[in-house]
């Protein structure tokens, strides 16, 4: 069955700091790859998706995600984090048949 | 605007007693899904549809049933057979079938707490 592991379960950083999340599923095939987004009392939403092309994908509020599928990651990135970036984010894949599978989730933590 | 509904917002019950979450979605969107959200484990799948009057088990769907009667509605039954209840659900829709690249969209969720 397919599996998603985030590396970090909580990252704590100061505002203009970098960010880097890591993300990395099991499946070897075809797969879709979604970023999701939960800021303290609101629904997920998405920040990212690839399906195909340009492994770099650019979401909303400044951040990418690169896909590298010799290493099974799917990492999220932002040059320059703000307070405003405080939230729990979610990564997810999904192939051909078969549903989402999301990972564990990582907290951020943004000090202003 | 469009979007998925969920209520209530905060849901308390007796253990042994049976409590229906709504989940209602104007988006036209033929599949709907529920998920239980656990600190530390992320989302798992407890039902979802693609279609009306048809629904599938997801990884972790003992104790919990739907019903599909309506395109827009996808209500969530928490059973008296569900070992630990407590949780946080939400409900999603997409545009199309499993597998797609289309995305989920999620309601702002209801927190359940069985004591």
């Known amino acids: 069955a397919q599996s998603v592991s985030q590396h970090n379960h909580h990252v704590i950083l100061s505002e203009a700091a970098s960010l880097e999340l890591g993300c990395n599923y099991s499946?070897?095939?075809?797969?879709?790859l979604f970023w999701y987004v939960q800021y303290p009392g609101q629904h997920l939403q998405l920040l990212l998706k690839y399906f195909s092309g340009d492994p770099l994908v650019k979401g909303i509020k400044g951040f990418e995600a690169e896909f590298i599928k010799s290493k099974f990651s799917f990492n999220l990135r932002k040059p320059s984090v703000q307070w405003s970036d405080t939230a729990e984010y979610f990564c997810a894949v999904n192939n051909y048949g078969q549903n989402f599978v999301f990972g564990p989730g990582t907290r951020l933590s943004v000090l202003p | 605007d469009g979007g998925i509904t969920q209520s209530p917002k905060y849901l308390f019950r007796k253990e042994g007693q049976n409590v229906t979450l709504s989940c209602e979605q104007n988006l036209n969107h033929d599949a709907m899904y529920w998920y239980r959200q656990d600190p530390g484990q992320g989302l798992r799948l407890i039902y979802y549809?693609?279609?009306?009057?048809?629904?599938q088990k997801g990884d972790i769907a003992e104790g919990y049933s739907v019903s599909r009667e309506k395109k827009e509605s996808f209500p969530l039954t928490v059973t008296s057979a569900q070992k630990n209840p407590t949780a946080f659900y939400l409900c999603?829709?997409?545009?199309?079938?499993?597998?797609?690249?289309?995305?989920?969209?999620f309601g702002n969720g209801t927190r359940l707490t069985v004591t």
């Open positions: 499946y070897g095939g075809t797969v879709n």
């Open positions: 549809s693609q279609i009306v009057n048809d629904f």
């Open positions: 999603a829709s997409s545009r199309s079938e499993t597998g797609s690249s289309s995305p989920l969209h």
